[in-house]
């Protein structure tokens, strides 16, 4: 079967309402802009812009917001089919606070955890070169059963699996189910994105860069991205020497929601346009360094694969 869809995205589309006061918790936030969000939808959105043809698997509320989201996606070009639709969950919001570090937010789950296997199709996978998911889809019922159920295909089927490790307790305080889940993925082999502050989440201690990626490819992958923030990123593969690059210097940081998955979507399309792993590195800093200068998604009128060849 042809391979005409390169990655799947499998999991949260989230409406994200950013506040507009700066660099202030949720508590003393007053006022709110809304956007498309969600780290897989970021992701499909970002990977569409820069070429590829991702598809995402996901579920809205059958209301004015789902309505919203579904209207947004169509203006990015993307596939809606396996997008579904519940009668009976409303649509899932996120507020997040507008910071240059680490955002706080405060998350209202309803419709984005309800992901059924028939949305992730023996055909789509055939169909698919990448599949692609997060701690946060993972964390609820029925989407962590569907998915793992389809990445256990997936790998099957020969795909790359990916995964961005953006754990929160507070999206997922059952820990230990988490940990054991994340190794289950880990089994296959996916490439892993994960955040210092991602780790002492999951972990509740700083551990050492060596023993993250340790853990890591103990539980069998093989290549790891560790994002440092202001600091650049750390690239470890199995058995090789640990790659270390620096950010990318800009002038002016508008917020940093969604740069992970910025990121994250210039690796990937490293990875589908067979970069190294140097190049697939400085192409998702130049994608991160390009979403840091915008408040939600970068502008439709922007020409993101210009900006950042």
Known sequence: MKKDIDIICAGEILIDFIGMQDDVSIKETTSYSRYLGGSPTNVAVNTS?????????CAVGNDGLGDFMLSKLGAYHLDTQSVGVRESQPT???????????????????????IYEE?????LLERSKVFHTTCFALSKKPAQTSIMAAAKRAKELGLKLSIDVNFSERIWPEREEAIEVIKSYCSYNPLVKISEDDMFRL????????EIFD?????GVDLVCLTLGAAGVKIARRNAKILEFPALKIEFIADATGAGDAFWSGFLFGYLSGFD????AQTALKMAALKL?????????????????
């Open 49 to 57: 812009r820069l070429g590829l043809n991702p598809r995402i698997v």
């Open 92 to 114: 899932s919001v996120i507020l997040v606070s507008k910071t240059t570090g680490t955002p706080d937010f405060v998350a209202y789950r309803e419709a984005d955890k309800e």
């Open 119 to 123: 949305q992730l199709s023996q055909e």
């Open 203 to 210: 972990f509740e201690v700083h551990k050492s860069h060596e």
């Open 215 to 219: 853990f890591f490819h103990s539980n």
């Open 277 to 280: 792993d140097k190049e697939a």
């Open 293 to 309: 200068q915008y408040l939600g998604s970068i502008p439709e009128d922007v020409d993101v694969l210009a900006k950042i060849s």
